[in-house]
Each structure stands twice: as C-alpha cells, then as structure tokens.
C-alpha cells in the first residue's frame, strides 16, 4: 500500500481511548478466506461502504464487504458524531466561481436531502445511536462574528429553506450556553448521535439484507480484466462492480487513479467523564445542542445524554505516539480556555481519526475513470454522516447502471483533481495548520 501518512495513523494508537468503542460491543465478523464470488466487492465498510452495500443488498445483488479492521473502525467509528448540513469546505464564492450559482444552489439542496435521507435509513432499519440534539449551533466567538450572523440568517433561508433562531450573547447563559461567545445561531436540521452506534447499526442492517461482511481482511491489490480480481492475505475475490470507499484511510495504488486526488488530515476529539450537576452549573453549560464555533478551524463539541462532554477540534498532520500526545495537551488547552470551570475535569477519552480534503473542497460520488465498473465516494471534509450515507445509495443506483433515484448534484459529479507534491501533499497544509493550532484558529 502507499499511503500518506506514517504506519501509527493507520494502527491502534490513536483509536486505542477512543470513547465510541466503549459504547457497543459488534458481533464478530468472518475474515475471507479461499476463492470468492460476488456481484459487488465493497472495500471499505464505513458509512459510504455499508450505504453502498446496503442499497445494493436490497435491490438484489450478491454483495461482499471487505474490511481491513472491523466496521467502523475508521473515521466513521471517530468522529464527533454531527448528523448536519455540510459535506464541501469551499466557501459560496468558491462554489459558485467553480460551478456557477444554480449548481451551488443544487448543492444546497443536496445538503438538506443527505441529512433527511440519513434520519429516514436510521427510523427504517431501527437503528438507535443515542440521537440527540434539535439542530446544529453555530457560535460567535467574535463580536464581529456575531454581528455577520444576521446575514448568515438571511443565506441559510434562502439556501436551505430553514429559518434560523438568533440568540444574542447577552440570552446565551439562560440558554444553558455559558462561555466565551457573543452569540449563537441554530439552524434546524440534524442530530447528534453515537456514530459507531450508527455504522454498526448500518452493517447489521446491511447483513440482514444478505450483505456478507468480511473484517480483518485488507486488500492489497486490484486487478481488472473485465471482471474485477483483488487480493487479500488469505483470499481472492472475483466481482462484476468494484465500489472503494476507503476515504482518508486510502491508498494511492488500491486504484492507482486514486494517487493525490485527496490529502488525509487529522481530527481530534476528548471527552470527559460524566459530569455532575454542580459542574455543569458552575460552568453554566447544559444544553444538549451539538454546537461548533464560527472559527476557520473549528471546535465542534456537545453534551451528551450521559453528561460527558465532547469536544473536538481539526489539526495535526504528523503521526506517532509523541505527536498524538502533544496533540492531546493542545486540545486540552483550547478545552480549558473555553470551559475554565472544567479545567479539573479528566479526559480519559481522547483519540484521533483521519478525514479526507479534495482539491476543490467537494465531494465526489462516482465512477473511477479509465476503470469500467468501478465507483467511488470520497472526501466529504470532516461531514461525512450525512453526505457519506447519502452518496452510497448513489454508489449503488450507479452500480446497478441506473439513474440516482436520489438528488445527484453537479458537484459531486465532478472528479477531483491531484493535489500538487505527490505523496508529500500533505506538507502544504503544515503552515496553516500550525498557526492555526497555535492561535486557537
């Protein structure tokens, strides 16, 4: 495999605290072995690849999953667990430079269908991942912040059809929001949820379909003679389709044509023990919201239903034991200046997964070029429970060579470029993030 980053990104290490695990116990999942036969080899079982594999299930194909730890155990089982709007890191000017103003527009559309399109897999399939939460905050930590969100109010309506509520600085104690923050603004669409509660809810879900999924079992290479051939330790498989969804945990060559066209970045996430009355008082935060500040690189964080709180943050591009744990006093640091009457409060959870950035800040739902047969969903910029779920029943209706019953946007449609530098890519995102790690954003 060529992968970006060093080999501790892709081991235990920095999953080993990570809370989600300690939530569910999966059932046990055969690893492949011998000679194998499938309509569509799935590699990747995360939300793209357990969507894709679901929706194929149910339209009657003969679906496999191959995973190279267990479900979840990548991004999809780390993250802060946001179902929201998002999916793209391009601003509305990008967007619109890029693909003109209906197809931004479209985009938005799309935002709202992923997140609709994601509450109704999870009511269909009975899946319960600890949802929470009415909507998504958004928090000034400006007063010029605050002042713009009049505006950004007026963009939401007009884009997403939602009307936001306001809620100015001097209003936010009584709304359970004390902190450095001069206002707040909630839109409302999305939950909170558990989310490796959710992608195993996914496998389950896809297993009762006749999806047969296979852990501890990597792919290591990719052949295509018509029908495609790929190899793993202990098996071969042999498959009509070929979906990747392997995301930030890619490899260049498992298709060559992935080489540079996504940069694998870190996020890190702590969170605390149970909380009691009297500390959530004393700092005067109680709301339930998922909530994120209106920073460059962001801090996302939310109370959970057990009073342990979450608090997440992007940066880090290096990888090893010594930079997971300096990583681990910065989050602590941006932690305690915005909640100081937690600064006592011990993180025993903390951990780090890793997302994917494509070149024009888009995601990607589609075929892989040069490669009949095979599909891809890639590089959904920290948002992927929404638009990952969604883009796999794109992958499937794309797979069974139909039209997407679902709103397939301009936007994800197109391929992404490469990243200059190679498999030093990664190298030009060093400066921002540094500076942006030091100054809070």
Same mark, same amino acid.
């Given at each position: 495999?060529?992968?970006?980053?060093?080999?501790?990104?892709?081991?235990?290490?920095?999953?080993?605290?990570?809370?989600?695990?300690?939530?569910?116990?999966?059932?046990?999942?055969?690893?492949?072995?011998?000679?194998?036969?499938?309509?569509?080899?799935?590699?990747?079982?995360?939300?793209?690849? &357990?969507?894709?594999?679901?929706?194929?299930?149910?339209?009657?194909?003969?679906?496999?999953?191959?995973?190279?730890?267990?479900?979840?155990?990548?991004?999809?089982?780390?993250?802060?667990?946001?179902?929201?709007?998002?999916?793209?890191?391009?601003?509305?000017?990008?967007?619109? *430079?890029?693909?003109?103003?209906?197809?931004?527009?479209?985009?938005?559309?799309?935002?709202?269908?992923?997140?609709?399109?994601?509450?109704?897999?999870?009511?269909?399939?009975?899946?319960?991942?600890?949802?929470?939460?009415?909507?998504?905050?958004?928090?000034?930590?400006?007063?010029?912040?605050?002042?713009?969100?009049?505006?950004?109010?007026?963009?939401? *309506?007009?884009?997403?059809?939602?009307?936001?509520?306001?809620?100015?600085?001097?209003? #936010?104690?009584?709304?359970?929001?004390?902190?450095?923050?001069?206002?707040?603004?909630?839109?409302?669409?999305?939950?909170?949820?558990?989310?490796?509660?959710?992608?195993?809810?996914?496998?389950?879900?896809?297993?009762?379909?006749?999806?047969?999924?296979?852990?501890?079992?990597?792919?290591?290479?990719?052949?295509?003679?018509?029908?495609?051939?790929?190899?793993?330790?202990?098996?071969?498989?042999?498959?009509?389709? #070929?979906?990747?969804?392997?995301?930030?945990?890619?490899?260049?060559?498992?298709?060559?044509?992935?080489?540079?066209?996504?940069?694998?970045?870190?996020?890190?996430?702590?969170?605390?023990?149970?909380?009691?009355?009297?500390?959530?008082?004393?700092?005067?935060?109680?709301?339930?919201?998922?909530?994120?500040?209106?920073?460059?690189? =962001?801090?996302?964080?939310?109370?959970?239903?057990?009073?342990?709180? =979450?608090?997440?943050?992007?940066?880090? &591009?290096?990888?090893?034991?010594?930079?997971?744990?300096?990583?681990?006093?910065?989050?602590?640091?941006?932690?305690?200046?915005?909640?100081?009457?937690?600064?006592?409060?011990?993180?025993?959870?903390?951990?780090?997964? =890793?997302?994917?950035?494509?070149?024009? &800040?888009?995601?990607?739902?589609?075929?892989?070029?040069?490669?009949?047969?095979?599909?891809?969903? #890639?590089?959904?910029?920290?948002?992927?429970?929404?638009?990952?779920?969604?883009?796999?029943?794109?992958?499937?209706?794309?797979?069974?060579?139909?039209?997407?019953?679902?709103?397939?946007?301009?936007?994800?449609? *197109?391929?992404?470029?490469?990243?200059?530098?190679?498999?030093?890519?990664?190298?030009?995102?060093?400066?921002?993030?540094? &500076?942006?790690?030091?100054?809070?954003?």
């Amino acid at each position: 495999m060529t992968r970006v980053f060093p080999a501790h990104a892709y081991g235990e290490g920095p999953r080993e605290r990570c809370y989600w695990p300690t939530t569910a116990t999966p059932p046990d999942y055969p690893a492949a072995e011998g000679d194998i036969t499938c309509d569509v080899a799935v590699i990747g079982a995360g939300f793209t690849g &357990l969507s894709t594999a679901l929706h194929l299930a149910e339209a009657g194909q003969d679906v496999r999953v191959f995973e190279a730890q267990i479900p979840g155990w990548g991004a999809s089982g780390r993250n802060g667990g946001f179902c929201c709007l998002g999916g793209s890191a391009a601003s509305d000017a990008m967007l619109r *430079k890029m693909h003109g103003e209906s197809a931004r527009r479209e985009w938005c559309r799309t935002e709202v269908e992923s997140v609709n399109f994601t509450r109704a897999l999870i009511d269909s399939h009975g899946i319960a991942p600890d949802i929470h939460s009415d909507g998504e905050t958004v928090l000034a930590h400006t007063p010029k912040a605050a002042a713009s969100f009049a505006d950004r109010a007026i963009r939401i *309506k007009s884009d997403y059809g939602l009307t936001p509520t306001f809620i100015p600085g001097s209003e #936010l104690s009584q709304m359970g929001m004390k902190g450095p923050f001069y206002a707040a603004l909630t839109t409302p669409l999305g939950v909170a949820l558990n989310p490796f509660k959710y992608a195993n809810g996914l496998a389950q879900a896809a297993s009762r379909a006749g999806v047969r999924i296979h852990a501890n079992t990597p792919v290591t290479a990719i052949q295509q003679t018509g029908l495609f051939t790929l190899t793993t330790p202990n098996a071969r498989i042999t498959a009509r389709r #070929l979906i990747v969804a392997t995301n930030g945990y890619s490899s260049d060559d498992l298709p060559g044509w992935m080489r540079a066209r996504y940069i694998p970045t870190q996020s890190n996430v702590i969170v605390t023990r149970p909380l009691t009355d009297d500390e959530l008082a004393a700092q005067g935060w109680t709301t339930r919201q998922m909530c994120y500040d209106d920073r460059f690189f =962001l801090h996302y964080f939310r109370l959970m239903p057990d009073n342990r709180m =979450l608090f997440g943050m992007r940066g880090g &591009l290096f990888s090893s034991p010594g930079f997971d744990a300096r990583m681990h006093r910065t989050i602590r640091r941006h932690f305690e200046a915005m909640f100081p009457a937690w600064a006592h409060v011990e993180t025993p959870h903390s951990w780090n997964g =890793l997302l994917s950035l494509a070149p024009d &800040l888009t995601p990607y739902a589609g075929p892989i070029p040069d490669m009949p047969g095979a599909f891809t969903g #890639l590089s959904y910029h920290g948002n992927g429970v929404a638009m990952a779920s969604y883009a796999g029943a794109i992958l499937a209706d794309l797979a069974l060579d139909r039209t997407p019953r679902a709103l397939y946007p301009e936007i994800m449609r *197109k391929p992404p470029r490469r990243w200059p530098l190679g498999r030093f890519r990664r190298a030009m995102l060093w400066p921002p993030y540094a &500076l942006a790690t030091l100054t809070g954003g």
